[in-house]
């Protein structure tokens, strides 16, 4: 099915102009004055996003004569500035997000809300698996149910417990 629709969007995207797509990455890699106990989490990732971006221009996008690129927006680990900034960033016409680090819920919602895809990389969040709410949202960590509910099934399968 997804080879189907993958299908679909390399044909519409061959057959369209040149179109640059704008992601909005949300991130915590900063603190905020006098704040010393946060870890920025996102200082370890962000590094990923610009060679990420550059393959898929230069071995998907890019030969079909579009590009992606990406706007910084800092939330500092704070759930108020990171729900300011999807609403700061779909203003801004962007056309996926790529975040939030801590929260997710709210910008979830806004996400769906927008219709727009939110890629999280760092979510834990169970709520956010529900797709009838939040249905352009997608996570690359598993929510700790998930996380617990895999361990659970390795110590009874090693019969280290029994179910």
């Not at 915590?28 to 870890?39: K, M, T, V």
């Not at 992606?68 to 300011?84: C, R």
């Not at 997608?138 to 280290?160: E, G, N």
Request: glycine letters at 6%; charged letters at 20%.
């Amino acid at each position: 099915m997804w080879q189907w629709c993958w299908c679909l969007l390399i044909t519409s995207l061959e057959n369209s102009q040149a179109e640059i797509f704008t992601l909005g990455y949300l991130t915590g890699s900063q603190r905020r004055p006098g704040d010393y106990s946060y870890q920025r989490p996102g200082r370890v990732i962000s590094g990923a996003i610009s060679m990420a971006v550059d393959e898929v221009n230069e071995k998907l996008l890019g030969p079909m004569g579009h590009s992606l690129d990406f706007v910084v927006a800092e939330t500092y680990g704070q759930e108020e500035v990171s729900i300011k900034q999807v609403a700061a960033l779909w203003a801004a016409n962007v056309s996926a997000f790529i975040g939030p680090q801590e929260t997710c819920v709210h910008e979830g919602r806004m996400a769906a809300a927008f219709n727009l895809p939110m890629v999280s990389y760092f979510c834990r969040d169970v709520a956010n698996s529900n797709k009838r709410v939040y249905s352009t949202f997608a996570r690359t960590r598993p929510s700790d149910i998930d996380i617990s509910r895999s361990v659970v099934a390795v110590l009874t399968h090693f019969k280290f417990i029994s179910a």
